[in-house]
């Protein structure tokens, strides 16, 4: 069974820290492209940040403005989200995804698998 799950969020006041853990099991990130998502009340998820298979280099959505840091480490089979500077307006439920790396380089987001999600508030 193809799992993603992820840890680490909870209630942050604004302008500090946190790291979100995502963990695979049943399958190897590495064959994915793998995202993190989030989505805050009453709105769509977003995408927010993105690793193609066999890439290092995180692309990110401008909104994010050099704030988060994604990595992945292939040999523990997990993806993070450093979280920094965080905002009210971030609060959301925060997903990992992984997604099918031949349409995200042809533009198109297909995602094979989701994590659960993990809520991150953030106090004013």
């Known amino acids: 069974q193809l799992q993603l799950a992820e840890s680490g969020g909870g209630l942050v006041q604004a302008g500090g820290s946190l790291r979100l853990s995502c963990e695979a099991s049943?399958?190897?990130?590495?064959?994915?492209?793998i995202g993190w998502f989030r989505q805050a009340p009453g709105k769509e998820r977003a995408a927010l940040s993105w690793?193609?298979?066999?890439?290092?280099?995180?692309v990110y959505a401008d909104s994010l403005k050099g704030r988060f840091t994604m990595s992945r480490d292939n040999a523990k089979n997990m993806v993070y989200l450093q979280m920094t500077s965080l905002k009210p307006e971030d609060t959301a439920v925060y997903y990992c995804?992984?997604?099918?790396?031949?349409?995200?380089?042809?533009?198109?987001?297909?995602?094979?698998?989701w994590g659960q999600g993990t809520l991150v508030t953030v106090s004013s």
């Open positions: 995804a992984a997604m099918d790396d031949a349409a995200l380089r042809g533009g198109r987001v297909r995602v094979e698998v």
């Open positions: 049943g399958f190897t990130l590495d064959d994915y492209a």
């Open positions: 690793i193609r298979r066999g890439d290092e280099t995180p």
